[in-house]
Nanobody, 123 residues
Framework: QVQLVESGGGLVQAGGSLRLSCAVSGRTFSNYAMGWFRQAPGKEREFVAS????????YYVDSVKGRFTISRDNAKNTVYLQMNSLKPEDTAVYLC????????????????WGQGTQVTVSS
């Protein structure tokens, strides 16, 4: 089993920044591609960003390109999401997820999920 614990969420004004972290335990972290997703009230869970096992490849949904950066530290078993220039429409619960080997953007391709951390952006 793989356990994922997110942290770093909070309340921030529009234009501000937050850095989310996701600590992973239970298996060899470097065997897993990682993703960040978000879910706003009444909406479906949506892909935000993903990163390959080595960290050499990253992918983003168009709405966050140029503002968000996903990264990972395989020595610390942690994946990060740096969020800059935040907008009210970024408000959601942010969840990290893991899947074996290859990076994906589809929700149903991920096997392990954290509980999520709330991000609220005020206007």
């Amino acid at each position: 089993q793989v356990q994922l614990v997110e942290s770093g969420g909070g309340l921030v004004q529009a234009g501000g920044s937050l850095r989310l972290s996701c600590a992973v335990s239970g298996r060899t972290f470097s065997n897993y591609a990682m993703g960040w997703f978000r879910q706003a009230p009444g909406k479906e869970r949506e892909f935000v960003a993903s990163i390959s096992r080595s960290g050499s490849s990253t992918y983003y949904v168009d709405s966050v390109k140029g503002r968000f950066t996903i990264s990972r530290d395989n020595a610390k078993n942690t994946v990060y999401l740096q969020m800059n220039s935040l907008k009210p429409e970024d408000t959601a619960v942010y969840l990290c997820a893991a899947r074996r080997y290859y990076v994906e953007s589809r929700v149903n391709e991920y096997d392990y999920w954290g509980q999520g951390t709330q991000v609220t952006v005020s206007s």
